[in-house]
């Protein structure tokens, strides 16, 4: 399992703002004109990762989700090492692969199932070793393509984290 070696990054600033972790510049240049919609953390399955904010295009059925892992962090499930142990026991994660690092910070591909040949794909970033964001891009035409969208918008969020 990969290590955070970088400065570790806090995302705190952003668990009430979420949809603020992107630059405007940089959903602009993805052609997202709304503004993003917020979720709190929660209790259930969907939002007990911590909060997030999801962005779509109107009528293209595409989208991007960016989810701040600070509840898996609150639950000691925090980090790259959280995935890996979801991947492990079967929870969540049944699909798991290494990804390039993001501004020198570790990075796997994660989800349910692998579901890249299809347009989505799902990036998990370690930004600490108990803490990590993820981010999903779907719609997209193929793997290439949402996971070039994701490595994009996860590179952006690093960025913000590390001027916060």
């Keep these: 399992m990969p290590k955070v070696t970088q400065q570790p990054l806090d995302a705190g600033k952003y668990a009430s703002d979420t949809c603020g972790v992107l630059p405007a510049d940089l959903l602009a240049s993805l052609k997202y004109t709304d503004a993003g919609k917020y979720q709190a953390a929660g209790d259930t399955p969907l939002t007990a990762a911590g909060p997030s904010c999801a962005w779509k295009i109107s009528g293209e059925g595409i989208g991007l989700q960016v989810i701040l892992g600070t509840g898996n962090r609150e639950h000691g499930t925090g980090g790259l090492a ?65 996971c070039a969208v994701a490595n994009q918008v996860a590179a952006g969020v690093v960025k913000t984290l590390k001027g916060a």
Excluded: N, W
């Design 82 to 146: 959280g995935t890996y142990a979801a991947y492990r026991d079967g929870k969540f994660v049944r699909f798991l692969e290494h990804a390039p690092d993001i501004e020198g910070y570790p990075a796997v591909y994660a989800d349910i199932q692998d579901e890249r040949p299809m347009g989505t794909c799902t990036l998990v970033v370690g930004i600490a070793d108990d803490l990590s964001f993820s981010v999903q891009a779907q719609g997209y035409q193929g793997q290439d393509d949402s």
